[in-house]
């Protein structure tokens, strides 16, 4: 039933005064209040493009237009005596049964899974159907038919075996009418009556997601851990402090409803050592953390409990591989157990591969074969900045001599150990003797670090020009990897070494470069203390000159 504008005008009465010769505030005050039930009616009703004016002559005509519009969207009708807006009592009954396909309240509190305590029975609407033209009515009863993981759409009859049951939508299906014009004619031609019935349907643990299940498990209003990462069998969770009373429960929970999954384990602590792992608990499943994964067609095999893996990092791992071309030089200096040595190996690409924990080394040997990229991979187990000095030094000498004019390929430099590489670029200050390359064949350094900083790709590349002493403006640029947690940015730093860092006696004399390193870091102090911006034109003076 809808208002005509001499309806609203006379009988649309509140506090005793007609709408339109109330004040324009007061009523669009009594609009704004009307329209916080109907939020979710905003794209069908567009009003964000209907804007109410001063003008008196146009508040009737607003007024009315509202009411017109809301008069014709489902489940709301006005009282014909009153003409006041109210909601149909399927909606309410919707509102109070929102938690329809939640698990029982009483599990609140539980931290020992007790699964048969998920035993719950609701009623649902459902369609009586005979069984021969099941499938070709399912087809066009999408909508209305209840979408549901691990519930069946179309149930026998338990009353009639040549009839079949469609569950329906709760949601969607309230009355008879919750039909569609297209569906009421399909319903008609293969003779089907629309009356809907009800049924009682039992559910149980196993038609929870996991992410039900642990929101009605942990106390109300606290973060629910649905999301890990996924490391073979392997489920690493990292819960916060309120849900370990849970702990075990929630891994026991991750292992149930993720097929594959036999273990959840853990963090207990930061990656802080030297050897990048971590300690971990394991929550729930078998201890046995030999694992395997598979990671842009790669295989790698390892024991996740003494070496480090972040599975995030996949599309990283692929953007430094794609950057390479065949016959390129890479030097990883923290390779862990090989996803960016091997790839980039298997592009036909010369590679060294580095890392000092003992673990990785032994695992990065192994995937190398794994993969059948031995021959083309040289591995190495020492720190860093041995590596650098050492290793790299040496073929970085025979690249960069007097024969690299002739060199096409490119030399690439990756450093990822977010938490420390940049101290790591110190190593390359003086690295070099000899006539300086040109400075197309400089080596291309990708550095990791993370960032807290309001700015986080300015305060990387002050960081990495704090320790190399010269200014990254001319040869740099900075890649957001990933959100790491609030406030906590990884990212990449990319560029050339420049000539005057790397080579010994060239014209930038070395002391300057010290003295110029400790300005930059008076700088990058400065800068997180936000006192930089009278130093700014001065600090590019003096990179400059």
Not at 190 to 204: A, G, M, R, W
Request: proline share 6%.
């Amino acid at each position: 039933m809808t208002l005509s504008a001499d309806d609203a005008n006379s009988d649309d009465v509140i506090q005793g005064q007609p709408i339109h010769q109330r004040p324009f505030s007061e009523l669009h005050q009594s609009m704004r209040i009307l329209w916080r039930p109907f939020g979710f009616l905003r794209r069908l009703l567009k009003l964000e493009s209907c804007r109410v004016t001063e003008s008196e002559s146009l508040i009737p005509l607003a007024w009315t237009s509202l009411i017109q519009k809301l008069s014709r969207a489902p489940s709301i009708f006005l009282l014909n005596q009153r003409k006041r807006f109210s909601t149909m009592p399927e909606i309410e009954t919707s509102q109070r049964d929102s938690d329809l396909f939640s698990p029982p309240s009483d599990v609140r509190g539980m931290t020992k899974l007790d699964r048969t305590a998920f035993k719950k029975t609701v009623t649902i609407p459902v369609l009586k159907v005979r069984k021969e033209i099941v499938n070709k009515l399912i087809r066009s009863l999408k909508r209305a038919a209840l979408q549901r993981p691990g519930i069946k759409r179309v149930i026998d009859d338990p009353e009639d075996k040549e009839s079949r049951l469609i569950m329906l939508d709760p949601y969607k299906m309230l009355t008879n009418d919750s039909f569609e014009e297209a569906e009421l004619r399909i319903l008609k031609q293969l003779n089907v009556s629309p009356q809907i019935s009800k049924y009682n349907l039992e559910l149980t643990y196993e038609n929870f997601k996991s992410e039900e299940i642990l929101r009605a498990v942990l106390p109300e209003g606290q973060d629910v851990t649905s999301g890990f990462s996924r490391i073979g069998h392997i489920a690493h969770l990292n819960l916060r402090d309120h849900q370990l009373p849970f702990k075990h429960l929630i891994g026991q929970v991750m292992i149930d409803k993720n097929p594959g999954i036999t273990s959840a384990v853990n963090k207990i602590n930061n990656i802080d050592n030297t050897y990048r792992n971590f300690q971990m608990e394991v929550l729930s499943g078998e201890e046995n953390m030999m694992t395997k994964v598979r990671e842009n067609n790669y295989i790698y095999e390892f024991d996740f409990s003494k070496v480090y893996w972040n599975p995030r990092l996949s599309t990283e791992h692929s953007r430094i591989t794609e950057l390479l071309k065949p016959g390129d030089v890479l030097f990883d200096v923290f390779a862990g157990v090989g996803p960016f040595a091997i790839p980039v190996a298997k592009k036909n690409c010369t590679v060294f591969a580095n890392d000092l924990n003992p673990e990785s080394y032994k695992w990065l040997l192994h995937n190398c074969t794994l993969n059948k990229v031995e021959k083309k991979v040289k591995v190495f187990n020492l720190d860093g900045k041995d590596f650098l000095q050492g290793p790299v030094r040496e073929e970085l000498m025979q690249q960069l001599g007097p024969l690299s004019k002739e060199r096409k390929h490119s030399v690439h430099i990756v450093m990822n150990l977010p938490a420390k590489a940049i101290e790591f670029l110190s190593a390359f200050k003086s690295l070099l003797d000899g006539q300086p390359c040109g400075s197309e064949l400089l080596p291309i350094v990708h550095c990791y670090s993370f960032s807290k900083d309001a700015h986080p790709a300015e305060d990387v590349q002050q960081q990495a020009e704090a320790v190399l002493g010269i200014s990254l403006d001319a040869c740099s640029s900075v890649h957001l990897v990933r959100n790491v947690a609030p406030n906590k940015e990884m990212l990449c730093i990319t560029f050339r070494v420049p000539a005057a860092v790397l080579y010994r006696n060239h014209t930038l004399d070395l002391g300057f470069l010290d003295l110029l390193q400790r300005v930059m870091r008076t700088l990058h102090l400065l800068n997180a203390r936000g006192q930089t911006k009278p130093f700014q034109k001065r600090k590019q003076q003096w990179l400059k000159s």
